[in-house]
């Protein structure tokens, strides 16, 4: 098996670091904006919902099928 440089080895990790952060930062805004809605339990759909939607999202533009 091949040995990873650490150049791949750091841009991996900030690809990745990078798809967490956005898909925690969508579904905080998500649970915002339907925490102050009159939606049931709108905070944490809109937190868990948000983060899954964009993690897969993001997932698939960058990763592909």
Known sequence: MAEETTVAFVERWQTGAALLLASALAGGILAAVLGNADVPYGAFVGLVGGAVA????LSY?????
Do not use: I, P
């Open 54 to 57: 964009c993690f897969l999202a």
């Open 61 to 65: 533009l960058l990763y592909g099928r």
